[in-house]
């Protein structure tokens, strides 16, 4: 990658024709920032360091007072060009000691800001998405500790999810027909897409099952008997109301409950996990298959959607921390394909170009949300933490980093 340091005039001159647009506007403080001895050798290690990481596009560095550095990608995938204001200079020094992780507190904590509002963060991960590597963390998700991480983030509230999500509640990727399709219809779509194999005899087991959503649609249309587990508190509350508000609670049964503890005796004809496996751990992954088969039916069916890193790197990221696992999800793993099941796949699908729409949608009904989540009680770092989340997603789904699966095992 290639590296130039300017000075405020040609750097003025040149961040202009990127943006197109007079950059003094740019500056809230147009006096010079002044780094301190450590955070100047800092910064000196994070230009060599951009230099590696960003591998496509190009990204300047916009200091208060105009000092500006530009990284440029030496592949030619794309044209993506990003400006970051740089408002501390301690910025420096946190690229310095947690490269990993860097970019996501010195944006949630203020330090820097972008230019573009929509697309300035997108842009900067989809640059360096090739190259980005991560230290290593591990929450190991034993039965106590499963529970610790999925409250930590789905027993937020439900009042915040309901303000971004559609009216589904549906915490998983969508199925789009077209671009601009309303997010309600394709979150049904994908619902649709997961059930297509119930019949009204059918005993359904739902491992993860959310707010109910896919348990609501699925026995309205087929008559079944279903049971769904979480390890939420506040997502079993909100569940079991809307099924009492659908009337359906002859046929809908919820339970905490950890799949771990699954009576073995109980067999179900469909098992549906949608983007469960996340939650489960790498080093538990076999565990879980083997609860699946041993409560799946003889002629049972195990229906999957789930979030795939490619094989290559997966060894590599399942030993590390990132963005996800230190603020959204702790104790998350991303699958490979080759996970540890030992039933045979009939039917496998990628469709995670649509988890970009998605995530896309959720950021926009977030940021539309802001005033409403500060009055549930969230601060305005909570919801820069959030902003970061549905652009580091959308990245790694826009770019293929990242797939998403609906697979079929019998």
């Not at 506007?25 to 450590?38: A, G, N, Q």
Request: hydrophobic letters at 40%; charged letters at 25%.
């Amino acid at each position: 990658s290639q590296v130039m340091f300017t000075s405020f005039q040609a750097g003025m001159i040149a961040a202009n024709g990127l943006l197109g647009k007079s950059c003094y506007i740019l500056l809230s403080d147009p006096k010079p920032m002044v780094p301190s001895l450590v955070e100047t050798g800092a910064r000196l290690f994070v230009t060599k360091f951009l230099s590696h990481f960003i591998s496509t596009g190009s990204v300047i560095l916009l200091e208060n007072g105009g000092t500006m550095f530009t990284f440029e990608g030496t592949t030619k995938k794309c044209s993506l060009k990003t400006v970051i204001n740089v408002h501390n200079p301690h910025f420096y020094w946190k690229v310095r000691t947690a490269a990993d992780i860097s970019l996501a507190d010195a944006y949630i904590n203020g330090d820097i800001s972008f230019v573009d509002k929509r697309y300035g963060f997108l842009n900067v991960l989809m640059a360096s998405m090739d190259t980005y590597c991560f230290k290593h963390f591990s929450r190991r998700n034993t039965l106590t500790q499963a529970r610790r991480n999925i409250s930590r983030h789905y027993d937020l509230s439900n009042e915040l999810f309901a303000l971004f999500m559609d009216e589904t509640m549906a915490h998983s990727c969508a199925v789009f027909k077209t671009e601009d399709e309303d997010l309600t219809d394709a979150q049904q779509r994908k619902v649709s897409l997961l059930i297509e194999e119930v019949i009204p005899h059918n005993e359904i087991l739902e491992i993860g099952c959310g707010w109910g959503g896919l348990a609501i649609k699925v026995v309205k249309r087929t008559g079944c008997k279903y049971t769904g587990i979480t390890l939420s508190e506040e997502q079993l509350k909100l569940a079991e109301k809307r099924v009492k508000e659908a009337g359906l609670q002859e046929n809908i049964r919820f339970q905490l409950c950890d799949y771990r503890q699954l009576p073995s005796t109980y067999k179900y004809d469909r098992i549906i996990s949608c983007e469960m496996i996340a939650a489960v751990g790498h080093e538990y992954m076999e565990d879980f298959f083997d609860c699946c088969e041993l409560v799946l039916a003889e002629d049972g069916l195990l229906v999957l959607q789930f979030t795939s890193i490619p094989e290559k790197r997966f060894d590599e990221y399942r030993q590390s921390s990132d963005f996800i696992k230190e603020y959204i999800f702790p104790g998350r793993v991303t699958t490979a394909m080759n996970a540890a099941s030992r039933l045979c796949v009939e039917y496998v699908e990628n469709i995670g170009r649509h988890y970009y729409q998605t995530l896309r949608h959720w950021r926009k009904n977030f940021l539309e949300k802001q005033s409403k989540i500060n009055a549930l009680g969230f601060n305005d770092k909570f919801i820069r933490t959030w902003e970061y989340y549905f652009d580091y997603c959308a990245a790694g789904f826009k770019s293929n980093t990242l797939g998403n699966y609906h697979e079929y095992e019998i």
